[in-house]
Protein backbone atom coordinates (compact mmCIF):
# COMPACT_ATOMS: atom_id res chain seq x y z
CA UNK A 1 0.00 0.00 0.00
CA UNK A 2 1.55 3.47 -0.69
CA UNK A 3 0.78 5.77 1.98
CA UNK A 4 1.04 9.52 0.61
CA UNK A 5 3.82 11.42 1.99
CA UNK A 6 2.52 14.31 4.45
CA UNK A 7 3.43 17.43 3.57
CA UNK A 8 5.20 20.20 5.76
CA UNK A 9 5.84 24.00 5.96
CA UNK A 10 8.15 26.19 8.11
CA UNK A 11 7.60 29.87 6.95
CA UNK A 12 10.48 31.66 8.52
CA UNK A 13 11.01 29.15 11.11
CA UNK A 14 7.61 29.87 13.05
CA UNK A 15 6.80 26.25 13.54
CA UNK A 16 5.56 23.52 11.32
CA UNK A 17 2.31 23.31 9.77
CA UNK A 18 0.59 20.19 8.18
CA UNK A 19 -1.57 20.23 4.90
CA UNK A 20 -4.06 17.93 4.76
CA UNK A 21 -3.67 15.48 2.36
CA UNK A 22 -7.53 15.58 1.39
CA UNK A 23 -8.42 19.30 1.44
CA UNK A 24 -5.48 20.76 1.49
CA UNK A 25 -6.18 23.15 4.46
CA UNK A 26 -3.16 24.13 6.96
CA UNK A 27 -3.36 21.71 10.17
CA UNK A 28 -1.81 23.10 12.89
CA UNK A 29 -0.32 20.82 15.98
CA UNK A 30 -3.08 21.62 18.37
CA UNK A 31 -5.45 20.67 15.46
CA UNK A 32 -4.16 16.94 15.48
CA UNK A 33 -3.08 16.63 19.22
CA UNK A 34 -5.80 14.22 20.25
CA UNK A 35 -7.67 12.46 17.09
CA UNK A 36 -5.54 11.85 13.96
CA UNK A 37 -8.37 13.64 11.67
CA UNK A 38 -8.43 16.82 9.79
CA UNK A 39 -11.08 19.10 11.36
CA UNK A 40 -11.97 20.26 8.55
CA UNK A 41 -12.73 17.27 6.31
CA UNK A 42 -12.42 14.23 8.92
CA UNK A 43 -9.56 12.90 6.65
CA UNK A 44 -7.61 10.01 8.63
CA UNK A 45 -4.04 11.45 8.84
CA UNK A 46 -1.97 8.39 9.39
CA UNK A 47 0.03 8.07 12.79
CA UNK A 48 3.46 7.74 12.43
CA UNK A 49 6.90 9.39 13.44
CA UNK A 50 6.66 12.60 11.45
CA UNK A 51 3.43 13.52 13.14
CA UNK A 52 4.15 12.55 16.94
CA UNK A 53 6.89 15.12 15.88
CA UNK A 54 4.98 17.86 14.36
CA UNK A 55 2.47 17.36 16.97
CA UNK A 56 5.39 18.42 19.89
CA UNK A 57 6.94 20.42 18.16
CA UNK A 58 5.54 23.42 19.91
CA UNK A 59 6.35 21.73 23.36
CA UNK A 60 10.00 21.48 22.07
CA UNK A 61 10.26 24.76 21.01
CA UNK A 62 8.62 26.19 24.31
CA UNK A 63 11.23 24.55 25.82
CA UNK A 64 14.07 25.53 24.12
CA UNK A 65 13.35 29.20 24.24
CA UNK A 66 12.85 28.51 28.22
CA UNK A 67 16.31 27.32 28.45
CA UNK A 68 18.46 29.60 26.28
Known sequence: ????????EN?????RR???PRCKE???PE??????LCPYC???IENGEELED???DPVIRQWMERYK
Open 1 to 8: MNKKPLEF
Open 11 to 15: PENTG
Open 18 to 20: LRC
Open 26 to 28: ILY
Open 31 to 36: DLETFC
Open 42 to 44: EAK
Open 54 to 56: FVI
